[in-house]
């Protein structure tokens, strides 16, 4: 019997449509969180617990199972709608072959019984095929005439999100495939993924911005995926692995020459497939990943095993929601039980709260877990966590440790219930809910101290003003009255600095000169280091390259802030915000003063001509070179990259596969539509 089977066999039929009901709203929360929100409340574990109870639930009484069930149908990623004829920024096509999902068991003995199955129908001897199943978001590849065509996600298995451009910015996905014997047309599925090492600098940049970090690298890989922005896209450092060859002439009779095929074309397959000769040695395949797993580059949780025999596969054939040829084998996460000792709570440089739990040590994946993130206040109230409980804690994607469930049969008579606090636990200054965020803020931005620190090792961090001092050297600095500003640092004397706990003479030499070298950080990296809500490292980059110099920053309008890269409603805000505060305009004179850089340098842009100067153009669709190529050349000329098309924009560049909304809403604005020959005929005129 499964192991989620609990008391399915004994439920009545009136309690059975009930709780049918509420596990279908509840399993379809979880999958508008997990596909498309990428930002899972549950581990998959927990999910599958709900999928396998309505599943046996279903089988039972099936007079309650109904067409729009979450049994029937693929949780979908589909990009929600925007005001044209795009979802969110991505345009959709009907996949040419339904893309389904696997089903999955955490039971050995239902492994058994899949073999059974098959052996009913199979008239002649196969193997099986298995494989890594990789712990990312599931990608459609199209190729014509051995060229990247489109690039498609699962979306809701009928239709995918166009992510082609994106795609394209993925290393390990050849644009033009190897010379070879490949259909002139053919799909291959197959996962994007985000391996470990890429994972961890994406979450500690975020965590740097306090933005929320990934909570494993399946939803770092699905989020990124869907950037509006390529170039961004590219540095995410995601990899591809593909595993399915879709073609009506295909001359291979088994998944693994198949596999063979692909690999010879240029196209990224796993290195750690493996033909198994019954079930058995599959089992054994499964048993020896299971341990070696953990030493994986990337994520993986489980084993896909594949009927080999592409013929057999076709006998089989497909249920409503996946192939009968194919099956899942999940591992259980690890996890482990320890206690709740006490919760700190942490007031960052944008006055974010953020709860940590300290843990009795505990033996996790390899590594001591003493401190989990709880997040915010709902999530901890979502827990009900008191002091003293004990509760199981996992990595999520073996990265971060994070608080899964309490074990309330341990919970002692008396525990006291942790409580958010009402005030900031640093300064006690009322806090305030962003009612957009589920976090909490201290106001007191200026007489904070834990805020005011949080500033200082932003603005001297390697990828700000890259000042040679950590944690230690800000809270001696700050404790002894030395720094309350950012530019009291360009102020230290080494008379102040010889007071530090053993610091000497190099000790300070050192430190002054790393100060000095950090006047010379170019315009983006001081703009990141101001610390402004929202602009992180990227965002800097674009600003600055957009506006030039802090002065034309701000004294930009709201409406011209929007039309720059990267910039939404809410970072335009911040930006207004920031530049209104008199107590932030002094800061900036004071560090202007100190001698940082507050403008670009000439020749960071190469400059060509002004044929374009002053003009604000919007881009869409497939040039003869790339979009950023584009983009350079436009700011060559002395036009600005628009991120959307309104009243302000100049010109819409329509390449090929325009963005049918924007083409609408050029047309409705009065807009001049160019073509890319038309671009170079403006600026060919003074070259």
């Known amino acids: 019997m499964p192991i989620f089977v609990r008391y399915f066999f004994t439920v009545k039929k009136s309690d059975a449509k009930k709780r049918i009901e509420e596990l279908k709203e509840l399993i379809n929360t979880h999958n508008h969180n997990y596909y498309v929100l990428n930002s899972p409340v549950i581990s998959d574990f927990e999910y599958d617990i709900?999928?396998?109870?309505?599943?046996?639930?279903?089988?039972?009484?099936?007079?309650y199972q109904t067409q729009d069930s979450p049994t029937q149908k693929v949780g979908s990623d589909l990009s929600q709608a925007d005001?044209?004829?795009?979802?969110?920024?991505?345009?959709?096509?009907?996949?040419?072959y339904p893309m389904l999902s696997l089903g999955n068991t955490y039971d050995m003995t239902e492994l058994y019984e899949f073999d059974r199955r098959i052996k009913k129908v199979a008239d002649t001897p196969f193997t099986y095929n298995c494989e890594l199943k990789f712990d990312g978001t599931a990608i459609c590849l199209t190729y014509k005439e051995g060229r990247l065509f489109r690039a498609l996600t699962r979306g809701d298995g009928t239709v995918g999100d166009d992510v082609t451009e994106n795609v394209r910015e993925i290393a390990t996905i050849p644009q033009q495939l190897n010379a070879g014997s490949w259909p002139g047309q053919f799909e291959i599925r197959g996962e994007i993924y985000m391996p470990y090492k890429a994972f961890d600098r994406l979450n500690l940049q975020r965590e740097a911005d306090e933005d929320p970090p990934f909570a494993n690298p399946r939803n770092a890989a699905a989020g990124s995926l869907k950037l509006q922005e390529s170039s961004a896209v590219r540095e995410?450092?995601?990899?591809?692995?593909l595993y399915h060859l879709i073609a009506p002439d295909l001359n291979v009779t088994s998944q693994s020459e198949a596999l063979k095929a692909a690999s010879e074309w240029g196209l990224p397959v796993s290195e750690y497939a493996r033909e198994c000769r019954d079930i058995d040695q599959a089992v054994e395949y499964i048993n020896m990943w299971d341990e070696k797993r953990r030493t994986l580059p990337f994520a993986t949780d489980g084993i896909v095993i594949k009927v080999n025999q592409l013929e057999l596969q076709r006998k089989l054939g497909f249920t409503a929601k996946s192939p009968r040829w194919a099956t899942a084998y999940k591992?259980?996460?690890?996890?482990?039980?320890?206690k709740v000792i006490s919760i700190d709570y942490q007031v960052g440089r944008t006055g974010a709260v953020t709860p940590v739990a300290n843990l009795e040590?505990?033996?996790?994946?390899?590594?001591?877990?003493?401190?989990?993130?709880?997040h915010n206040g709902?999530?901890?109230?979502?827990?009900?966590?008191?002091?003293?409980?004990y509760v199981y804690v996992e990595k999520g994607g073996e990265i971060i440790p994070k608080i899964t469930r309490v074990d309330l049969s341990k919970r002692s008579e008396g525990a006291v219930k942790a409580s958010f606090p009402l005030y900031c636990p640093d300064c006690g200054t009322p806090l305030v809910k962003d009612p957009d965020e589920a976090k909490s803020f201290c106001p007191n931005s200026e007489g904070c101290p834990m805020q005011q620190k949080g500033k200082f090792l932003h603005f001297i961090s390697r990828k700000a003003m890259n000042i040679n001092a950590g944690e230690a050297t800000i809270e001696q600095l700050y404790s002894k009255g030395f720094i309350r500003r950012l530019s009291d640092l360009y102020k230290l004397t080494p008379q102040q600095l010889l007071q530090l706990d053993k610091w000497?003479?190099?000790?300070?030499?050192n430190f002054l000169?790393?100060?000095?070298?950090?006047?010379e950080r170019p315009f983006n990296r001081v703009l990141f280091a101001l610390g402004i809500k929202y602009i992180g490292e990227t965002t800097a980059s674009s600003l600055a390259s957009a506006f030039g110099s802090i002065d034309n920053l701000m004294n930009a309008g709201r409406e011209e802030l929007l039309q720059t890269e990267d910039v939404g409603e809410k970072l335009a805000d911040s930006i207004l915000d920031y530049f209104s505060n008199p107590d932030n305009l002094k800061l900036i004179a004071e560090l202007k003063e100190s001698g940082l850089k507050f403008a670009m340098e000439a020749g960071q842009v190469q400059r060509l001509s002004d044929s374009l100067n002053g003009k604000s153009i919007m881009i869409t669709g497939v040039y003869s070179i790339s979009r950023e190529q584009m983009k350079a050349y436009i700011e060559a000329h002395g036009g600005k990259v628009a991120s959307s098309v309104s009243s302000r924009t100049d010109y819409l560049l329509a390449g090929e596969k325009s963005g049918e909304s924007k083409l609408k809403k050029a047309e409705k604005l009065g807009i001049p539509v160019i073509s890319e020959d038309e671009l170079y005929k403006m600026t060919n005129k003074n070259i």
Do not use: C, W
């Open 83 to 96: 005001n044209g004829g795009e979802r969110g920024g991505f345009r959709q096509y009907r996949h040419q």
């Open 236 to 241: 995410r450092g995601l990899e591809a692995t």
């Open 361 to 374: 040590p505990v033996l996790l994946s390899g590594t001591v877990v003493k401190r989990a993130t709880l």
């Open 50 to 63: 709900l999928m396998n109870e309505l599943i046996e639930l279903e089988k039972r009484f099936p007079q």
């Open 331 to 338: 591992f259980k996460p690890e996890e482990a039980l320890t």
């Open 378 to 389: 709902e999530q901890m109230e979502m827990l009900d966590i008191h002091i003293g409980d």
């Open 504 to 509: 000497k003479e190099k000790s300070v030499s």
């Open 513 to 519: 000169s790393s100060v000095e070298q950090s006047k």
